[in-house]
């Protein structure tokens, strides 16, 4: 059974490129209050080149300062560095198709593309991981199967999956592991340590709890695909940060003692979790576009937001508000946390973000969200001035 991610595609309402300024309605106390200008901004491409959009800016990664932005081009293939400061092209890398240095993605599916603090370009897909030096004249390859990897013995109906990421360091992928028989869930997160290939397996029941919140479509019987929740990783410090689009919580990993803490949140705004009441099977297209409104009707939880400025996370949430007719509306409110993730603000706002979020990262104590303008890349900006009560 293929499973698919179950996209909220509700765009961001604010699409001029002049500066607005609001104050965001409060709907309990807290301990802080803010205002927040918003604007849009678009990247200069030059003369003669257009920046790769196809795939929505999901094989896109920053460098660690923010200033730059990588985007893979799976198509030629390239590198995209794009100057966030100066909101230019900085550079195009060309790399090679194949050959000793061939990379073999042009014009297939690449699950997941990273770059290591010292320069070195990791991309995954269905079958290895390669590795890139940052001169671009050495690789390596990475094997995730059983025959591959020391440390917590894995079965051969068990898969590391490719949709991970790399440290900082480049020393450890991060990803996830489970049973690869088209009807189980994942099992919990994999931890390889790429000098020794060793593998540490971290069971978590998220997974499974979410399980029964997919919508699975065969029709006439065929072959099924499954729309599933959405988990989100946040590499954080010393620590993994796991959440979902299903459950008003975190997961919190500690990768010095490889322990796992839950933090359930509450909110005034929203149901904590959804509820599931929506059909789960869908024979034909028709059926499967009705239950996918209907579910999209509860709540869907986005991912956390780091703003390494102000030290709080960000996290914006869908859920209806209202039907008119046969037409619904929905509403969008912005938890905020410390960096403790003690909930700490919860208000209505007047945008709506895309939830689950494509390419959205702070950066100097702005909100970037992708948008495409005109097939021309854009970031839809919010700048929060938090006043203290």
């Known amino acids: 059974m293929k499973k698919t991610r179950f996209l909220f595609l ?21 301990t802080i209050d803010f205002s927040y200008e918003i604007d849009t901004v678009q990247v200069d491409p030059g003369d003669d080149h257009f920046i790769y959009l196809s795939n929505y800016m999901n094989t896109a990664t920053l460098s660690s300062d923010k200033k730059l932005l990588y985007n893979f081009n799976p198509k030629v293939p390239e590198l995209e560095v794009i ?31 990273d770059i290591s603090d010292n320069g070195d370009l990791y991309l995954n897909n269905w079958n290895y991981m390669i590795k890139l030096n940052e001169a671009r004249d050495q690789v390596s390859k990475y094997w995730f199967t059983a025959d591959s990897l020391k440390g917590d013995p894995m079965t051969q109906l068990e898969k590391i999956y490719p949709e991970g990421q790399i440290s900082k360091d480049g020393k450890f992928f991060y990803s996830t592991y489970g049973i690869q028989d088209n009807k189980s869930p994942k099992s919990g997160l994999a931890i390889v340590n790429l000098n020794t290939m060793e593998l540490k397996k971290v069971p978590i029941d998220l997974f499974e709890k979410i399980d029964k919140f997919s919508i699975v479509f065969s029709p006439e019987g065929n ?8 988990v989100f990783f946040n590499l954080f410090q010393d620590k993994i940060l796991i959440s979902s689009t299903t459950y008003n919580e975190v997961f919190t990993l500690d990768l010095a003692d490889e322990t796992v803490a839950q933090k359930s949140f509450h909110s005034e705004l929203t149901n904590d979790e959804k509820e599931g009441n929506y059909q789960k099977r869908a024979n034909s297209r028709e059926e499967l576009d009705e239950h996918v409104r209907e579910k999209a009707k509860e709540v869907t939880f986005g991912k956390l ?12 949430s869908i ?11 929905y509403q969008s409110v912005l938890t905020i946390f410390d960096k403790e993730l003690t909930q700490i603000h919860e208000q209505r706002v007047s945008y709506l973000m895309n ?22 890349l854009g970031f839809v900006r919010i700048k929060p001035t938090y006043e203290k009560n």
């Open 319 to 329: 859920s209806l508000d209202r039907m008119i007719g046969d037409s619904a509306t």
């Open 305 to 316: 937001h780091f703003d390494d400025q102000n030290e709080k996370f960000w996290r914006f």
């Open 223 to 230: 072959s099924k695909m499954e729309i599933s929740e959405t």
């Open 355 to 376: 939830v689950p979020s494509f390419l959205t990262f702070f950066k100097d104590g702005s909100l970037y969200s992708y948008i495409n303008l005109e097939d021309e």
């Open 83 to 113: 100057d966030l400061d100066e909101l230019t092209i900085k550079e195009v890398i060309k790399l090679e198709k194949e050959g000793p240095y061939g990379i073999n993605a042009a014009n297939s599916y690449m699950a997941m593309m």
């Open 10 to 30: 509700i765009f961001l309402a604010v699409l001029t490129s002049c500066s607005t300024k609001e104050s965001a309605e409060n709907t309990e106390a807290t």
